[in-house]
Protein backbone atom coordinates (compact mmCIF):
# COMPACT_ATOMS: atom_id res chain seq x y z
CA UNK A 1 0.00 0.00 0.00
CA UNK A 2 1.44 3.27 -0.83
CA UNK A 3 1.68 5.82 1.80
CA UNK A 4 -0.68 8.87 1.09
CA UNK A 5 1.12 11.32 1.48
CA UNK A 6 2.72 14.83 -0.42
CA UNK A 7 6.20 13.33 -1.31
CA UNK A 8 5.50 9.71 -2.27
CA UNK A 9 3.84 8.23 -5.45
CA UNK A 10 3.42 4.61 -6.03
CA UNK A 11 6.81 4.77 -8.24
CA UNK A 12 8.73 6.59 -5.72
CA UNK A 13 9.64 3.56 -3.86
CA UNK A 14 11.74 3.64 -0.40
CA UNK A 15 10.89 7.72 1.24
CA UNK A 16 8.58 6.98 3.86
CA UNK A 17 6.22 9.57 5.32
CA UNK A 18 8.09 11.66 8.31
CA UNK A 19 11.63 11.68 6.36
CA UNK A 20 10.78 15.25 4.90
CA UNK A 21 10.32 16.27 8.55
CA UNK A 22 12.93 14.49 9.88
CA UNK A 23 15.42 16.68 7.12
CA UNK A 24 13.47 19.58 7.19
CA UNK A 25 15.12 22.99 8.02
CA UNK A 26 13.08 25.05 10.27
CA UNK A 27 11.41 27.45 7.67
CA UNK A 28 11.35 31.17 8.03
CA UNK A 29 8.94 32.28 10.90
CA UNK A 30 6.38 35.01 10.55
CA UNK A 31 6.41 35.99 14.21
CA UNK A 32 8.78 38.30 16.19
CA UNK A 33 11.84 36.81 14.52
CA UNK A 34 12.89 36.41 18.15
CA UNK A 35 14.81 32.63 17.94
CA UNK A 36 18.44 32.68 17.32
CA UNK A 37 19.71 30.71 14.40
CA UNK A 38 20.54 27.73 14.71
CA UNK A 39 24.29 26.78 13.95
CA UNK A 40 24.48 23.92 11.38
CA UNK A 41 27.09 21.31 10.86
CA UNK A 42 29.25 21.56 7.44
CA UNK A 43 26.58 20.37 4.34
CA UNK A 44 27.29 17.70 2.42
CA UNK A 45 27.86 19.07 -1.19
CA UNK A 46 26.02 16.61 -2.80
CA UNK A 47 22.41 17.88 -4.16
CA UNK A 48 19.68 15.41 -2.40
CA UNK A 49 17.31 14.36 -5.46
CA UNK A 50 14.71 14.40 -3.75
CA UNK A 51 14.22 18.40 -3.02
CA UNK A 52 15.58 18.52 -7.13
CA UNK A 53 12.43 16.59 -7.58
CA UNK A 54 10.36 18.40 -5.34
CA UNK A 55 11.58 21.99 -6.84
CA UNK A 56 10.65 20.73 -10.28
CA UNK A 57 7.39 19.60 -9.24
CA UNK A 58 6.67 23.18 -7.86
CA UNK A 59 7.73 24.91 -11.07
CA UNK A 60 5.55 22.72 -13.17
CA UNK A 61 2.63 23.34 -10.73
CA UNK A 62 3.23 27.05 -11.04
CA UNK A 63 3.34 27.15 -14.92
CA UNK A 64 -0.02 25.44 -15.22
CA UNK A 65 -1.30 28.05 -13.03
CA UNK A 66 -2.00 25.88 -10.43
CA UNK A 67 0.12 26.61 -7.55
CA UNK A 68 -1.70 27.33 -3.92
CA UNK A 69 -0.59 30.15 -2.12
CA UNK A 70 -1.80 31.18 1.74
CA UNK A 71 -2.71 34.64 3.08
CA UNK A 72 -1.86 35.66 6.54
CA UNK A 73 -4.60 36.66 7.99
CA UNK A 74 -3.31 39.66 10.73
CA UNK A 75 -7.04 39.79 12.57
CA UNK A 76 -9.50 36.95 14.04
CA UNK A 77 -12.27 35.49 11.22
CA UNK A 78 -14.87 38.05 10.63
CA UNK A 79 -17.07 39.72 7.66
CA UNK A 80 -13.96 42.10 7.47
CA UNK A 81 -10.20 41.16 8.10
CA UNK A 82 -7.40 42.37 7.59
CA UNK A 83 -4.31 40.49 5.41
CA UNK A 84 -1.11 42.09 3.86
CA UNK A 85 -1.97 45.18 5.93
CA UNK A 86 -5.85 45.92 4.23
CA UNK A 87 -8.88 45.13 5.38
CA UNK A 88 -10.78 43.14 3.27
CA UNK A 89 -14.44 41.96 2.60
CA UNK A 90 -14.21 38.07 3.15
CA UNK A 91 -16.20 35.36 1.34
CA UNK A 92 -14.04 33.17 2.10
CA UNK A 93 -14.46 31.16 5.11
CA UNK A 94 -16.98 28.50 5.90
CA UNK A 95 -17.48 30.50 9.32
CA UNK A 96 -20.96 30.42 8.54
CA UNK A 97 -22.93 31.87 11.38
CA UNK A 98 -20.03 33.97 12.53
CA UNK A 99 -19.20 31.97 15.95
CA UNK A 100 -15.23 32.00 15.04
CA UNK A 101 -14.66 35.20 17.12
CA UNK A 102 -18.22 35.29 18.96
CA UNK A 103 -17.17 37.18 22.47
CA UNK A 104 -19.50 34.92 24.47
CA UNK A 105 -17.40 31.50 22.66
CA UNK A 106 -14.44 33.67 22.99
CA UNK A 107 -14.88 34.11 26.81
CA UNK A 108 -16.22 30.05 26.95
CA UNK A 109 -12.81 29.42 25.18
CA UNK A 110 -11.00 31.72 28.38
CA UNK A 111 -12.83 30.01 31.11
CA UNK A 112 -12.27 26.92 29.88
CA UNK A 113 -8.64 27.59 29.62
CA UNK A 114 -8.31 28.98 33.51
CA UNK A 115 -10.13 25.89 34.74
CA UNK A 116 -8.54 23.38 32.40
CA UNK A 117 -5.58 24.52 31.47
CA UNK A 118 -4.40 24.67 27.57
CA UNK A 119 -3.33 20.48 26.74
CA UNK A 120 -5.50 17.48 26.86
CA UNK A 121 -1.60 16.24 27.81
CA UNK A 122 -2.61 12.64 26.04
CA UNK A 123 -4.82 10.59 24.14
CA UNK A 124 -8.44 10.17 25.06
CA UNK A 125 -7.80 6.80 25.86
CA UNK A 126 -4.87 7.20 27.76
CA UNK A 127 -5.71 10.24 30.33
CA UNK A 128 -7.30 12.85 27.90
CA UNK A 129 -10.28 12.80 27.84
CA UNK A 130 -12.08 15.08 30.19
CA UNK A 131 -15.48 16.83 31.28
CA UNK A 132 -16.05 19.28 28.84
CA UNK A 133 -15.01 16.38 26.42
CA UNK A 134 -17.68 13.92 28.07
CA UNK A 135 -20.42 16.36 28.36
CA UNK A 136 -20.22 17.96 24.53
CA UNK A 137 -20.55 14.34 23.13
CA UNK A 138 -23.86 13.86 25.48
CA UNK A 139 -24.92 17.50 24.49
CA UNK A 140 -23.77 16.97 20.59
CA UNK A 141 -25.76 13.19 20.61
CA UNK A 142 -28.97 15.07 21.77
CA UNK A 143 -29.07 18.01 19.55
CA UNK A 144 -28.26 15.83 16.40
CA UNK A 145 -29.85 12.21 16.97
CA UNK A 146 -29.52 10.04 14.02
CA UNK A 147 -31.28 7.35 15.87
CA UNK A 148 -32.86 7.30 18.91
CA UNK A 149 -30.50 6.18 20.97
CA UNK A 150 -27.47 7.98 19.14
CA UNK A 151 -24.32 8.91 21.21
CA UNK A 152 -21.32 11.05 20.13
CA UNK A 153 -17.62 10.47 20.20
CA UNK A 154 -15.50 13.79 19.34
CA UNK A 155 -12.13 14.12 16.93
CA UNK A 156 -9.32 16.35 16.80
CA UNK A 157 -10.65 17.25 12.97
CA UNK A 158 -13.15 16.40 10.29
CA UNK A 159 -10.57 14.46 7.93
CA UNK A 160 -9.69 12.79 10.99
CA UNK A 161 -13.37 11.61 11.68
CA UNK A 162 -13.52 10.19 8.07
CA UNK A 163 -10.73 8.02 8.54
CA UNK A 164 -11.92 6.55 11.65
CA UNK A 165 -15.28 6.15 10.46
CA UNK A 166 -14.53 4.45 6.90
CA UNK A 167 -11.19 2.46 8.49
CA UNK A 168 -13.10 1.02 11.19
CA UNK A 169 -16.00 0.01 9.13
CA UNK A 170 -14.39 -1.30 6.17
CA UNK A 171 -12.30 -3.75 4.92
CA UNK A 172 -10.59 -5.96 2.40
CA UNK A 173 -14.21 -8.08 0.88
CA UNK A 174 -16.19 -4.40 1.86
CA UNK A 175 -17.35 -1.72 -0.56
CA UNK A 176 -17.70 1.59 -0.31
CA UNK A 177 -20.15 3.39 -2.71
CA UNK A 178 -19.02 7.24 -3.10
CA UNK A 179 -20.35 10.22 -4.71
CA UNK A 180 -18.33 11.37 -7.58
CA UNK A 181 -17.94 14.70 -5.66
CA UNK A 182 -17.27 13.32 -2.63
CA UNK A 183 -14.56 15.80 -0.39
CA UNK A 184 -11.35 14.27 -0.37
CA UNK A 185 -11.13 12.81 3.28
CA UNK A 186 -14.26 10.57 2.94
CA UNK A 187 -12.13 8.77 -0.72
CA UNK A 188 -8.84 8.84 1.60
CA UNK A 189 -10.57 6.99 4.38
CA UNK A 190 -11.71 4.59 1.61
CA UNK A 191 -8.30 4.01 0.67
CA UNK A 192 -7.16 3.75 3.78
CA UNK A 193 -9.87 1.27 4.84
CA UNK A 194 -8.55 -1.28 1.94
CA UNK A 195 -12.61 -1.89 1.32
CA UNK A 196 -13.25 -1.31 -2.99
CA UNK A 197 -14.14 2.35 -3.68
CA UNK A 198 -16.86 2.37 -6.19
CA UNK A 199 -17.60 5.93 -7.25
CA UNK A 200 -21.29 6.79 -8.65
CA UNK A 201 -21.93 10.15 -10.65
CA UNK A 202 -22.89 13.08 -8.61
CA UNK A 203 -26.33 12.53 -7.05
CA UNK A 204 -27.16 9.84 -9.50
CA UNK A 205 -29.02 7.22 -7.18
CA UNK A 206 -30.10 5.02 -10.17
CA UNK A 207 -26.49 5.28 -11.28
CA UNK A 208 -25.90 3.78 -7.55
CA UNK A 209 -29.13 1.50 -7.44
CA UNK A 210 -27.22 -0.29 -10.36
CA UNK A 211 -23.64 -0.48 -8.40
CA UNK A 212 -25.36 -1.73 -5.38
CA UNK A 213 -27.23 -4.09 -7.02
CA UNK A 214 -24.33 -6.18 -8.65
CA UNK A 215 -21.73 -5.98 -5.86
CA UNK A 216 -20.84 -9.01 -4.20
CA UNK A 217 -19.02 -7.31 -1.18
CA UNK A 218 -19.62 -8.39 2.46
CA UNK A 219 -20.06 -4.95 3.91
CA UNK A 220 -21.54 -2.11 2.25
CA UNK A 221 -21.69 1.69 3.02
CA UNK A 222 -22.64 4.80 1.13
CA UNK A 223 -21.01 7.40 1.93
CA UNK A 224 -21.88 10.68 0.56
CA UNK A 225 -21.18 14.78 1.66
CA UNK A 226 -24.51 16.29 3.05
CA UNK A 227 -24.04 19.38 1.21
CA UNK A 228 -21.28 19.31 -1.08
CA UNK A 229 -18.51 21.24 -0.22
CA UNK A 230 -17.24 23.11 -3.41
CA UNK A 231 -20.98 23.28 -5.12
CA UNK A 232 -23.25 23.77 -1.76
CA UNK A 233 -25.91 21.43 -3.63
CA UNK A 234 -27.50 18.55 -1.47
CA UNK A 235 -27.06 14.83 -1.57
CA UNK A 236 -30.67 13.26 -2.05
CA UNK A 237 -29.96 11.51 1.38
CA UNK A 238 -34.10 10.64 1.39
CA UNK A 239 -33.18 8.12 -1.61
CA UNK A 240 -29.87 7.55 -0.39
CA UNK A 241 -31.67 5.94 2.30
CA UNK A 242 -34.17 3.90 1.05
CA UNK A 243 -31.68 2.11 -1.25
CA UNK A 244 -29.58 1.33 1.49
CA UNK A 245 -32.53 0.03 3.35
CA UNK A 246 -32.86 -2.20 0.05
CA UNK A 247 -29.52 -3.49 -0.14
CA UNK A 248 -28.93 -3.37 3.83
CA UNK A 249 -25.89 -1.52 3.45
CA UNK A 250 -24.74 1.36 5.78
CA UNK A 251 -25.30 5.26 5.36
CA UNK A 252 -22.17 7.54 6.34
CA UNK A 253 -22.87 11.26 6.04
CA UNK A 254 -20.86 14.08 6.04
CA UNK A 255 -22.19 16.85 7.41
CA UNK A 256 -19.28 19.23 7.78
CA UNK A 257 -21.26 22.14 5.65
CA UNK A 258 -24.57 21.31 7.24
CA UNK A 259 -24.66 21.14 11.10
CA UNK A 260 -25.13 24.39 12.29
CA UNK A 261 -27.08 26.13 9.15
CA UNK A 262 -29.45 23.49 7.83
CA UNK A 263 -32.45 21.86 9.65
CA UNK A 264 -32.53 24.33 12.51
CA UNK A 265 -28.81 23.95 12.77
CA UNK A 266 -29.58 20.08 13.87
CA UNK A 267 -27.80 19.51 10.54
CA UNK A 268 -29.24 18.03 6.93
CA UNK A 269 -30.84 14.62 8.37
CA UNK A 270 -33.06 16.95 10.62
CA UNK A 271 -33.72 19.14 7.51
CA UNK A 272 -34.72 16.06 5.23
CA UNK A 273 -36.77 14.99 8.51
CA UNK A 274 -34.72 11.59 8.51
CA UNK A 275 -33.22 9.29 11.18
CA UNK A 276 -32.34 5.49 11.07
CA UNK A 277 -29.74 3.01 12.91
CA UNK A 278 -28.00 3.15 9.46
CA UNK A 279 -27.01 6.42 9.52
CA UNK A 280 -23.40 7.42 10.99
CA UNK A 281 -23.30 11.18 10.97
CA UNK A 282 -20.11 12.98 10.89
CA UNK A 283 -20.23 17.23 11.70
CA UNK A 284 -17.50 19.14 11.51
CA UNK A 285 -16.59 21.79 14.61
CA UNK A 286 -14.84 24.30 12.79
CA UNK A 287 -17.20 25.63 10.24
CA UNK A 288 -20.61 26.59 11.27
CA UNK A 289 -19.51 26.22 14.81
CA UNK A 290 -17.11 28.24 15.04
CA UNK A 291 -14.29 26.53 17.08
CA UNK A 292 -12.08 23.24 15.75
CA UNK A 293 -12.68 19.39 15.82
CA UNK A 294 -15.52 17.22 14.63
CA UNK A 295 -17.89 14.49 16.00
CA UNK A 296 -19.40 11.14 14.50
CA UNK A 297 -23.03 10.55 15.95
CA UNK A 298 -24.50 6.97 15.77
CA UNK A 299 -25.90 3.79 16.97
CA UNK A 300 -23.65 2.90 20.47
CA UNK A 301 -22.37 -0.05 18.90
CA UNK A 302 -20.48 1.94 16.30
CA UNK A 303 -19.16 4.30 18.79
CA UNK A 304 -17.99 1.45 20.74
CA UNK A 305 -16.37 0.11 18.16
CA UNK A 306 -14.86 3.54 17.02
CA UNK A 307 -13.31 3.53 20.51
CA UNK A 308 -11.78 0.34 20.27
CA UNK A 309 -10.28 0.25 16.39
CA UNK A 310 -10.47 3.61 15.34
CA UNK A 311 -6.70 4.38 14.89
CA UNK A 312 -7.03 8.44 14.34
CA UNK A 313 -9.26 8.09 17.59
CA UNK A 314 -7.05 5.92 19.70
CA UNK A 315 -3.60 7.73 18.05
CA UNK A 316 -3.50 10.92 18.89
CA UNK A 317 -3.38 13.50 21.22
CA UNK A 318 -7.07 14.44 22.92
CA UNK A 319 -8.48 18.29 21.67
CA UNK A 320 -7.82 20.75 24.18
CA UNK A 321 -10.90 20.43 26.81
CA UNK A 322 -11.27 23.77 26.16
CA UNK A 323 -12.06 23.99 23.35
CA UNK A 324 -14.90 21.49 24.30
CA UNK A 325 -15.76 24.04 26.48
CA UNK A 326 -16.21 26.59 23.76
CA UNK A 327 -18.30 24.66 21.48
CA UNK A 328 -20.26 23.81 24.50
CA UNK A 329 -21.27 27.62 24.11
CA UNK A 330 -21.17 27.66 20.49
CA UNK A 331 -23.96 24.71 20.47
CA UNK A 332 -25.88 26.90 22.73
CA UNK A 333 -25.76 29.73 20.33
CA UNK A 334 -26.60 26.76 17.31
CA UNK A 335 -29.36 25.63 19.38
CA UNK A 336 -30.99 29.00 20.59
CA UNK A 337 -30.39 31.52 18.02
CA UNK A 338 -32.72 30.83 14.89
CA UNK A 339 -32.04 34.72 14.23
CA UNK A 340 -28.66 33.88 12.71
CA UNK A 341 -29.96 31.19 10.24
CA UNK A 342 -32.79 33.55 9.36
CA UNK A 343 -30.02 36.36 8.53
CA UNK A 344 -27.90 34.08 6.53
CA UNK A 345 -30.93 32.26 4.62
CA UNK A 346 -32.15 36.26 3.90
CA UNK A 347 -28.36 36.55 2.42
CA UNK A 348 -28.55 33.80 0.46
CA UNK A 349 -31.34 34.90 -1.41
CA UNK A 350 -29.98 38.46 -2.05
CA UNK A 351 -27.18 36.83 -4.01
CA UNK A 352 -28.54 34.28 -5.47
CA UNK A 353 -31.29 37.17 -6.93
CA UNK A 354 -28.80 39.75 -7.65
CA UNK A 355 -26.28 37.16 -9.46
CA UNK A 356 -29.27 35.75 -11.71
CA UNK A 357 -28.92 38.23 -14.72
CA UNK A 358 -24.93 38.00 -14.60
CA UNK A 359 -23.23 35.65 -16.79
CA UNK A 360 -22.11 32.86 -14.47
CA UNK A 361 -23.95 29.48 -13.86
CA UNK A 362 -24.82 29.35 -10.33
CA UNK A 363 -24.95 25.64 -8.84
CA UNK A 364 -28.25 24.61 -7.48
CA UNK A 365 -27.25 25.56 -3.82
CA UNK A 366 -29.92 26.27 -1.10
CA UNK A 367 -27.04 26.84 1.45
CA UNK A 368 -24.45 29.61 2.55
CA UNK A 369 -21.62 28.00 -0.63
CA UNK A 370 -22.56 29.38 -3.72
CA UNK A 371 -19.81 29.19 -5.99
CA UNK A 372 -19.66 30.55 -9.25
CA UNK A 373 -18.36 28.57 -11.89
CA UNK A 374 -15.96 30.23 -14.20
CA UNK A 375 -14.52 26.89 -16.39
CA UNK A 376 -10.47 28.01 -17.10
CA UNK A 377 -8.43 28.18 -14.05
CA UNK A 378 -6.76 31.48 -15.58
CA UNK A 379 -10.32 32.92 -16.02
CA UNK A 380 -11.33 31.95 -12.14
CA UNK A 381 -7.75 33.46 -10.70
CA UNK A 382 -8.08 36.49 -12.91
CA UNK A 383 -11.52 37.40 -11.40
CA UNK A 384 -10.34 36.28 -8.19
CA UNK A 385 -7.92 38.92 -8.06
CA UNK A 386 -9.81 41.65 -9.92
CA UNK A 387 -12.23 40.78 -6.85
CA UNK A 388 -9.43 41.28 -4.68
CA UNK A 389 -8.51 44.63 -6.27
CA UNK A 390 -11.48 45.68 -5.02
CA UNK A 391 -11.73 44.77 -1.45
CA UNK A 392 -12.80 41.77 -2.07
CA UNK A 393 -11.98 38.27 -0.83
CA UNK A 394 -13.11 35.38 -2.68
CA UNK A 395 -10.81 32.12 -3.27
CA UNK A 396 -10.62 31.04 -6.97
CA UNK A 397 -10.94 27.12 -6.66
CA UNK A 398 -9.35 25.10 -9.80
CA UNK A 399 -8.51 20.88 -10.30
CA UNK A 400 -7.97 19.07 -8.40
CA UNK A 401 -10.09 20.24 -5.93
CA UNK A 402 -12.67 20.50 -8.32
CA UNK A 403 -13.13 18.78 -11.84
CA UNK A 404 -11.09 19.77 -14.82
CA UNK A 405 -12.83 23.14 -16.60
CA UNK A 406 -14.94 23.47 -13.68
CA UNK A 407 -12.06 26.16 -12.07
CA UNK A 408 -15.04 28.17 -10.16
CA UNK A 409 -15.03 31.04 -7.55
CA UNK A 410 -16.04 29.45 -3.97
CA UNK A 411 -18.28 32.08 -2.35
CA UNK A 412 -19.12 31.88 0.78
CA UNK A 413 -21.68 33.57 2.80
CA UNK A 414 -21.93 34.11 6.79
CA UNK A 415 -24.34 35.67 8.96
CA UNK A 416 -21.58 37.99 9.90
CA UNK A 417 -22.49 39.54 6.28
CA UNK A 418 -24.23 42.83 6.23
CA UNK A 419 -27.07 43.06 3.45
CA UNK A 420 -24.28 45.60 2.07
CA UNK A 421 -21.22 43.60 1.56
CA UNK A 422 -23.69 41.03 -0.63
CA UNK A 423 -24.67 44.08 -2.37
CA UNK A 424 -21.19 45.12 -2.61
CA UNK A 425 -20.13 41.81 -3.88
CA UNK A 426 -22.63 41.70 -6.36
CA UNK A 427 -22.15 45.03 -7.69
CA UNK A 428 -18.43 44.11 -8.54
CA UNK A 429 -19.32 41.07 -9.82
CA UNK A 430 -21.60 42.98 -12.30
CA UNK A 431 -18.82 45.50 -13.32
CA UNK A 432 -16.64 42.52 -14.03
CA UNK A 433 -18.92 40.59 -15.87
CA UNK A 434 -18.21 42.23 -19.88
CA UNK A 435 -14.30 42.07 -18.78
CA UNK A 436 -15.11 38.21 -18.19
CA UNK A 437 -17.44 37.53 -20.87
CA UNK A 438 -14.33 38.67 -22.79
CA UNK A 439 -11.49 36.74 -21.13
CA UNK A 440 -13.76 33.04 -21.17
CA UNK A 441 -14.10 33.57 -25.26
CA UNK A 442 -10.03 34.05 -26.17
C1 LIG B 1 -17.24 17.88 3.25
C2 LIG B 1 -16.09 17.99 4.18
N1 LIG B 1 -15.83 16.96 5.00
C3 LIG B 1 -14.82 17.00 5.87
C4 LIG B 1 -13.99 18.10 5.96
C5 LIG B 1 -12.85 18.09 6.92
O1 LIG B 1 -13.20 18.75 8.10
P1 LIG B 1 -12.08 19.41 8.99
O2 LIG B 1 -11.76 20.72 8.36
O3 LIG B 1 -12.69 19.53 10.34
O4 LIG B 1 -10.91 18.48 8.97
C6 LIG B 1 -14.23 19.20 5.15
C7 LIG B 1 -13.34 20.37 5.26
O5 LIG B 1 -13.10 21.17 4.48
C8 LIG B 1 -15.30 19.14 4.23
O6 LIG B 1 -15.55 20.16 3.40
Redesign the pocket.
Known amino acids: MPWPTALCSRSSGSTRPGDAARNARPGGDVGNGATPPRAFPPQSLRRMSLIADLERELAARTTRGLARVRRTLASPQGARVTVDGREVIAFAS?DYLGLANDPAIVAAARDGASRWGVGAGASHLISGHAVPHASLETELAAFVQPCATAQALTFS??????LALLTALCGRGDAIFADRL??A??NDGALLSRARLIRYPHRDVAALRTRLATTDARRKVIAT?A???MDGDLAPLPQLLSLADEFDATLVV?D??GFGVLGDGRGTLAHFGLASERIFY?G????AAGV???FVAAHPAVIDTLVQTARPYIYTTAPPPLLAAALRASLSVIRDDAARRAHLASLIVRFRQRLAPLPWTLTDSPTAIQPLIVGANDAAVALADALWARGLWVPAIRPPTVPQGTARLRITLSAAHTREDVDTLADALAELAPAHAQLDKQ
Do not use: E, I, P, R
Open positions: NSGYLANNHCLDVFSDAHMTLGKAGA
